[in-house]
T-cell receptor, first 114, second 112 residues
Framework: DGGITQSPKYLFRKEGQNVTLSCEQNLNHDAMYWYRQDPGQGLRLIYYSQIVNDFQKGDIAEGYSVSREKKESFPLTVTSAQKNPTAFYLC?????????????FGPGTRLTVL | GQQVMQIPQYQHVQEGEDFTTYCNSSTTLSNIQWYKQRPGGHPVFLIQLVKSGEVKKQKRLTFQFGEAKKNSSLHITATQTTDVGTYFCAAPANQAGTALIFGKGTTLSVSS
């Protein structure tokens, strides 16, 4: 919250299906991020985007895809290639491109693949 | 690649006791940030440290950045039940600072 929305809060999918998680921000931030959180693993970076129509892989990009067609939106697709997709997914944004800029997180989407 | 180690992973205290979590890096950090995540919630920014040896306080929370800028700590004095949650440190993942790398976090539980 605080200008970043993620929906839905809980999502259930069958194994083998692709699923897209939404992330929208009205903070006019340039940079946006996707993290995955598993118990005891902290936050692991999946993808990030510094500017519209550009994005970079994070540490665990395999099995995921993103797009950044608009500044406000950074959807994440969890594909069937992701071996263990059940997790808590967090989207974040940052106003600047500097090292001292802080990140603002959305409320997260808890994905369960059955 | 860049790694940030955080200890302990879990800490349980009685209300009123102090609590400390530590963050260590093998490389010099340009800055370090601390976030708090309440149970069921999302990480919220607490503070950023930039200068060598910097100490900042927020009420009962004291944040320190080591002289060599390779370690940091968060100390909570006289914990309260409202302090429960997971505390993460985070540092720039690259020179440009376009991404952060997070420690695995310390989960604090407090019993009254």
């Amino acid at each position: 919250d605080g200008g970043i929305t993620q929906s839905p809060k809980y999502l259930f999918r069958k194994e083998g299906q692709n699923v897209t998680l939404s992330c929208e921000q009205n903070l006019n931030h340039d940079a946006m991020y996707w993290y995955r959180q598993d118990p005891g693993q902290g936050l692991r970076l999946i993808y990030y985007s510094q500017i519209v129509n550009d994005f970079q892989k994070g540490d665990i990009a395999e099995g995921y895809s993103v797009s950044r067609e608009k500044k406000e939106s950074f959807p994440l697709t969890v594909t069937s290639a992701q071996k263990n997709p059940t997790a808590f997914y967090l989207c974040a944004s940052k106003s600047g491109g500097g090292r001292t800029d802080t990140q603002y997180f959305g409320p997260g989407t808890r994905l369960t693949v059955l | 690649g860049q790694q940030v180690m955080q200890i302990p992973q879990y800490q349980h205290v009685q209300e009123g006791e102090d609590f400390t979590t530590y963050c260590n890096s093998s490389t010099t950090l340009s800055n370090i940030q601390w976030y708090k995540q309440r149970p069921g919630g999302h990480p919220v920014f607490l503070i950023q440290l930039v200068k060598s040896g910097e100490v900042k306080k927020q009420k009962r929370l004291t944040f320190q950045f080591g002289e060599a800028k390779k370690n940091s700590s968060l100390h909570i004095t006289a914990t309260q039940t409202t302090d429960v949650g997971t505390y993460f440190c985070a540092a720039p993942a690259n020179q440009a600072g376009t991404a952060l790398i997070f420690g695995k976090g310390t989960t604090l539980s407090v019993s009254s």
